[in-house]
């Protein structure tokens, strides 16, 4: 975990978890690999959780929110590859026979089968938008960027909000699956939206949550460089069992988490680290794919996936 010589004023002053817990807060412990960052990460000793400082627990125009998430967010470039392809196995999906493609071909959501409701959080550019429109779904996006909103609009035709999580515009019990990649991490009460998300999800709904793995391998390996990081935007580090008991504490049941591959990661990682024995990673595809499978053998890969569901009753 991350101390450094150069911590800010507020590591020393900050003694309140941001979920409410009596424990006492403490700084990650050191690693040669954070000497001098600028920035510190603290660790609650009752939940686990660790956190940015300084914390902010709102979102206001006070956080420069339009500085942060400007319109060169790589999440709101980002394009739909491959979308004739997808649009195939997607068709393969919906007629159950994706047992005929090999797994990594296979659709990272659940496939729809009548009149289904999801909604992603964080939508950005619509990629995934799509893919849910492909599978069946009557899908809705919610995203606080404008342009980015019209962008998915314009991909997925789905319908997309302009607003931030939560909103009160969203009916309780109205969708059979949430979904939020990347998200999580960024909002200013992960509770709070844990609880939001529980109550929008009709009984039996699936949510499924990806961030980062701020115990995987890679953020062991460049420290402060680690592309998972991104401070300050990212205000929560989950670890594994964080990001579990956050899915309990939110009211969800059958709570799996596992880690997922992030090559792209690792490269942008090691491209700030050239000079320290990272040159190759931050070169080839193929080196930063073999790292990332390999961290995720060891149960260390950059990123955490949760699948739960909301209980029938």
Not at 63 to 73: R, V
Not at 178 to 185: G, K, P
Not at 245 to 273: E, F, K, N, P, Y
Not at 297 to 311: I, M, V
Request: hydrophobic share 40%; charged share 20%.
């Amino acid at each position: 975990m991350i101390t450094c010589s150069q911590r800010p004023t507020a590591i020393e002053q900050k003694t309140v978890c941001p979920w409410g817990c009596v424990g006492k807060v403490l700084p990650v412990s050191s690693s040669p690999a954070f000497e001098g960052w600028v920035h510190g990460v603290l660790e609650c000793s009752s939940c686990g959780i660790w956190f940015s400082v300084p914390y902010s627990s709102s979102m206001s125009e006070d956080d420069h929110w339009d500085d942060l998430y400007h319109a060169n967010y790589s999440p709101y470039r980002k394009k739909l590859k491959h979308r004739h392809r997808e649009a195939r196995f997607a068709w393969l999906s919906k007629h159950r026979l994706a047992w005929l493609l090999p797994a990594p071909l296979r659709p990272s959501f659940p496939v729809a089968f009548g009149s289904k409701r999801s909604l992603e959080i964080g939508c950005g550019s619509g990629a995934d938008l799509r893919r849910l429109v492909d599978l069946g779904w009557d899908a809705t996006g919610l995203e606080p960027h404008e342009e980015a909103a019209k962008r998915a609009r314009q991909w997925s035709g789905a319908t997309v909000l302009v607003k931030r999580f939560p909103t009160r515009e969203l009916l309780p019990s109205s969708f059979d699956f949430i979904l939020a990649q990347q998200v999580l991490e960024h909002l200013p009460s992960p509770v709070q939206a844990g609880r939001e998300i529980a109550k929008l999800l009709r009984p039996g709904g699936v949510v499924q949550i990806s961030v980062p793995n701020c115990q995987s391998w890679a953020a062991q390996k460049f420290g402060p460089h680690w592309a998972g990081w991104d401070v300050p935007r990212h205000r929560i580090h989950f670890t594994p069992h964080s990001l579990a008991q956050w899915g309990r504490a939110s009211g969800l049941v059958d709570v799996r988490v596992q880690t997922l591959i992030h090559a792209g990661w690792i490269r942008r990682s090691a491209r700030q680290c050239v000079g320290k024995g990272s040159t190759y990673l931050s070169k080839s595809r193929l080196g930063a794919s073999l790292a990332a499978r390999w961290g995720q053998w060891n149960g260390q890969g950059d990123s955490l996936l949760l699948l739960a569901r909301k209980p029938l009753r």
